[in-house]
């Protein structure tokens, strides 16, 4: 189990470099989205929960799915 209330995550920043190195891992390495990529790589199944603000998902949990993508 994974939680990233209260730590810092950003966004994609769109800069595609994920793409260009052709690797499963973001090139922004100051939080724990690489760390949760690698470990969603390795698991059978992935399940997300999220509590929801104004009919949507927490903004950390749309960066780790934006990111993970």
């Known amino acids: 189990m994974i939680q990233l209330a209260g730590k810092p995550v950003r966004g994609c920043t769109a800069c595609l470099q ?3 190195n052709q ?5 922004i390495k100051t939080d724990p989205i690489n760390d949760c990529i ?3 790589i390795k698991a059978d199944g992935i399940i997300i929960g999220s509590p929801t603000y104004f009919a949507n998902l927490t903004t950390e949990t ?7 993508g």
């Open 38 to 40: 690698a470990k969603m």
């Open 62 to 68: 749309k960066a780790l799915l934006d990111r993970a």
């Open 18 to 20: 994920c793409r260009n």
């Open 23 to 27: 690797t499963p891992r973001c090139v």
